[in-house]
């Protein structure tokens, strides 16, 4: 569906997209809206902008790509544990994932949006609530004991701004003005200072939540990882990267000119050579990815999981979701296709890092900025708090943390109430799967739960 969403969120993705996007301005940054982590982080194109792709890294200023090109190779093959962050754009309606069908309230607030009763399989871990028949992927996953769902998750006075909620969630921490994100920190902490793709945006622009202080990061124009020159394929192709490669020989010239001409045309290459295997279309993938509208995110994930197949030190990667989940209206049309190409592609993810032997190594946070209020307007539902949130892998517990609060008892907006905190979460990654005291990543830490989250 096109056009379903608020202004707000449209000037939300006008502003991070242009904080991205070296010299593109910023556009007006409207009173109390927080500024993207990583405005203003220095970034280097690392690949000839010669197509659809384009790997840049951010915070290596005082870096060669040489040294980069050295590092990415002496950290390659490595065991490290990886996270994968997934963020459905817009605000998704946990409420049309996981429904209490059955609660005569929610049948009341949503006349025309409610779930029937008795619509797709029971919740094991809640009676009251049902998975949604497009979220069947997650149901199969969470049976399996790979998924640890979160049924209300969020955080106390929620902001119902698309852009303050989102940045709160991308930082860490509850503070407007931050400006590195907390996967960024968590590199910090455990990353070098030569190895940009260990933090990986895959939306072509930089995901706030990997902005960092101090260790480069990088983003992938996919989810075509190799090189390519618009118009021009076949024969007159091979030609032209035949003069490139021709043009590389001259990196060593004593002419100035012809020898930095020489070295931009031999990296890029080099790493043209690197990329290709990673292409969406030329990726081997051991299993079916979903078809059809939004296919391109499971391209993304093909391409990860092949990157860390070939030994790529990746440690934190994030990525959105197709489709926009800021439903004002039209929710029944577009609601469902969303969730199933979403849930399916990250069950294909799975079973790919499965087929692979990687699923040990590698877990997925899926998360939205809030839920979406449990009365539906004419034909959507509006801004609301609470959320779900889920981490898939062979190494999560598998268990519901927190519980869903029910309708009966809302919050003084009229909204679900959170029973879990995200910044907790956050806490029990960074110290169960990494090994790192939070305290270094996290604002103020030690306030937060840890639910337990790790086998």
């Known amino acids: 569906m096109a056009c379903n969403h608020c202004d707000e969120f449209s000037r939300s993705h006008l502003m991070r ?9 910023l556009p007006a940054i409207e009173p109390g809206m927080p500024t993207p982590a990583g ?3 220095n970034r280097r194109s690392f690949l000839l902008r010669s197509g659809a792709a384009m790997l840049s890294v951010y915070g290596a200023s005082k870096l060669r790509i040489g040294d980069l090109q050295t590092g990415i190779a002496q950290a390659a093959g490595s065991s490290d544990r990886v996270l994968v962050s997934i963020f459905l754009d817009g605000g998704a309606d946990a409420l049309s994932v996981l429904a209490p069908t059955e609660d005569a309230l929610y049948q009341s607030l949503r006349p025309s949006l409610a779930l029937p009763p008795g619509a797709g399989t029971a ?15 997650l149901d199969t996953l969470h049976r399996a004991g790979k998924v640890s769902v979160l049924a209300a998750v969020g955080y106390d006075s929620p902001d119902q701004s698309h852009f303050t909620s989102r940045h709160y969630w991308e930082v860490g921490a509850l503070q407007p003005h931050a400006i590195t994100g907390w996967m960024g920190r968590l590199l910090d902490v455990i990353g070098t200072p030569d190895n940009p793709i260990q933090g990986l945006s895959l939306d072509g622009i930089l995901s706030p939540a990997l902005a960092s202080a101090t260790m480069p990061v990088a983003a992938v124009d ?13 024969k007159p192709e091979d030609l032209l990267w035949g003069s490139v490669a021709e043009l590389g020989r001259g990196a060593g010239s004593k002419d100035i000119g012809r020898s930095s001409a020489g070295l931009a045309a031999s990296q890029a290459m080099q790493l043209k050579a690197q990329l290709e295997p990673f292409s969406g279309d030329e990726v081997a993938a051991p299993v079916a990815y979903p078809e059809g509208d939004g296919e391109w995110f499971g391209e993304s994930l093909a391409g990860l999981a092949a990157m860390l197949g070939a030994g790529l030190p990746i440690r934190c990667a994030a990525l959105s979701a197709p489709g926009s989940f800021d439903t004002h209206d039209s929710q029944a049309e577009s609601f469902d296709s969303d969730i199933a190409i979403t849930a399916d592609s990250i069950a294909a993810f799975q079973a790919d890092l499965e087929a692979r032997g990687l699923a040990d190594r590698v877990i997925t946070l899926v998360w939205s900025e809030f839920g979406r209020r449990p009365e539906e307007n004419d034909s959507g539902t509006d801004h609301g708090a609470a959320g779900a949130g889920f981490v898939v892998g062979t190494q999560v517990r598998g268990e519901m943390i927190g519980e869903f609060p029910g309708l009966a008892e809302l919050d003084a907006d009229d909204n679900v109430r959170n029973t879990s905190d ?19 990543v996290i604002p103020d830490a030690a306030a937060f739960a840890r639910p337990a989250l790790i086998r």
């Open 17 to 25: 997209r242009a904080v991205a996007e070296a010299g593109h301005g």
């Open 39 to 41: 405005t203003g982080l």
């Open 123 to 137: 919740f094991s871990e809640d009676s009251r609530l049902r998975w949604n028949p497009a979220a069947a992927a």
């Open 222 to 234: 996919g989810p075509s990882y190799d090189i390519w020159a618009e118009g021009i394929w076949d």
């Open 422 to 440: 995200f910044r907790g979460l956050y806490c029990s990654i960074i110290e169960q799967w990494f090994g790192v005291d939070a305290g270094a």
